[in-house]
């Protein structure tokens, strides 16, 4: 029974980890696709991501810099998906995190990062024409699990603040071929640094940083079956406010952090053992502002089971 349900479940709790330092880490990002987990099914996942770059964004203007090298981070990742009914699927997930430069005297973070947290609601699904279309909305939060330091960019693990976020995502699925889309809003709390001013566009006198929002917008298509899967997805991230790097100096949690990344995302079911599937991917920064051009590469191993006795 599971094997003929697998194709409802591929990448459950799948992380497109971006881990781009300079960006906002992006938080498990299951809540991208418009598969549902059924009713008193589980998903246990787990996920390794790398992360590494060597030039970056200064503002608009490109460029590596010798006192860092390259800049890389490791992500371990455990998550689960849990079916409340049908349509609507609980989510979690845990990120620890480490970051390392090759050059320089910065020595790297390793902690854990946010606890991350998502309800995916499908609010509608109906055949039209010949196909699927499904409407989901997904209400997501994420707080700090460590007092790890945000003010340490480009190798502090995240950025210390309190996020929710809402998403619309659609999906219209023919045959084994689909096409989805969705858009994100980020609403982020202030953070808190350690020291007592700093300077943005002006200097402030307190060691409160205020946050600014984000969206989040992405398109995708691929192909779907039972057994095998393949996504190609074409990300853009804004941040809705900040400043940009200035020359020569680091930067800071609060600057205007833009990225267009484009990926693909692997996954395949194993017949003989039912439940278990393995996903890869990865996705490469093709433009930003005030982040690094990143390339990341993940791999996951699932398994998704009863949690009840089934007849």
């Excluded at 939060?141 to 998403?167: F, M, Q, T, W």
């Excluded at 943005?200 to 946050?211: A, C, R, S």
Aim: net charge positive; proline share 3%; hydrophobic share 40%.
């Amino acid at each position: 029974m599971i094997e003929n349900l697998s194709k409802l479940f591929c990448r459950c709790c799948l992380v497109i980890a971006f881990c781009l330092v300079l960006l906002p880490f992006a938080r498990a990002q299951t809540d991208a696709d418009a598969l549902m987990i059924p009713k008193n099914y589980f998903c246990a996942a787990g996920i390794y991501t790398h992360s590494s770059w060597d030039h970056y964004w200064e503002g608009t203007f490109k460029r590596d810099n010798l006192n860092l090298g390259t800049v890389s981070s490791n992500v371990y990742s455990l998550g689960g998906n849990y079916g409340l009914s049908n349509r609507i699927n609980l989510l979690f997930m845990v990120p620890y995190v480490t970051t390392n430069a090759t050059a320089g005297t910065l020595r790297g973070e390793h902690n854990f990062q946010d606890l991350s947290a998502s309800i995916k609601w499908m609010a509608l699904k109906e055949e039209i024409g010949r196909g699927l279309f499904s409407l989901h909305a997904i209400l997501s939060g994420s707080i700090p699990l460590s007092n790890y330091e945000a003010d340490y960019l480009p190798l502090s693990i995240g950025l210390h603040s309190k996020n929710v976020a809402l998403r619309a995502l659609l999906n219209y699925q023919t045959g084994r071929f689909f096409v989805a889309g969705a858009g994100q809003y980020i609403r982020r709390s202030n953070i808190t640094i350690d020291r007592n001013s700093y300077y943005t566009t002006e200097l402030h006198y307190t060691n409160e940083v205020e946050m600014p929002n984000m969206t989040n917008f992405f398109v995708s298509s691929g192909y779907r079956s039972l057994k095998f899967n393949a996504e190609a997805v074409l990300t853009k991230v804004t941040t809705l406010g900040g400043f940009d790097i200035r020359k020569n100096d680091m930067p800071f949690p609060s600057n205007k952090m833009n990225s267009t990344l484009a990926g693909v995302i692997l996954k395949y079911s194993l017949q003989s053992i039912s439940g278990l599937e393995f996903t890869a991917g990865g996705n490469y920064v093709l433009s930003g502002r005030n982040v690094g051009q990143t390339r990341t590469f993940y791999g996951g191993v699932y398994y998704v089971f009863s949690t009840k006795k089934e007849k």
